[in-house]
Nanobody, 128 residues
Framework: QVQLVESGGGLVQAGGSLTLSCGAS?????????????MGWFRQAPGKEREFVAG????????SYADFVNGRFTVSRDNAKNTMYLQMNSLKPEDTAVYYC????????????????WGQGTQVTVSS
């Protein structure tokens, strides 16, 4: 089992930036085992379904983004710290949501149902 904890959310004006972090801990988050996983960032706005934002394959850093990101966000990882990041620039009011990180075996997926473990979420609010 992997425990995930997000941080870094907050209130920012449109056009601003935030960096979210997702730290992984637990027995399954150590060593070679964790390198066999994929991780993803998702978000959920009130009244909307949870949607894929970005994903990264832990073993080789291969990344993928949702179309709406359009070059504004960057997902990255720090192997030594078992931490995934989401650098968000040029934020828009429509980016307002609770952001979640998740982990699954193999590579990332755009389907939230395929993930095993989730963090508690961190609120991102972008004012106009």
């Amino acid at each position: 089992q992997v425990q995930l904890v997000e941080s870094g959310g907050g209130l920012v004006q449109a056009g601003g930036s935030l960096t979210l972090s997702c730290g992984a801990s637990g027995r399954a988050a150590s060593g070679r085992t964790f390198s066999l996983n994929g991780m993803g960032w998702f978000r959920q706005a009130p009244g909307k379904e949870r949607e894929f934002v970005a994903g990264i394959r832990w073993s080789d850093g291969v990344k993928s983004y949702a179309d709406f990101v359009n070059g504004r966000f960057t997902v990255s990882r720090d192997n030594a710290k078992n931490t995934m990041y989401l650098q968000m620039n040029s934020l828009k009011p429509e980016d307002t949501a609770v952001y979640y990180c998740a982990v699954r075996p193999g590579t990332y997926s755009r389907d939230p149902l395929l993930y095993d473990s989730w963090g508690q979420g961190t609120q991102v609010t972008v004012s106009s």
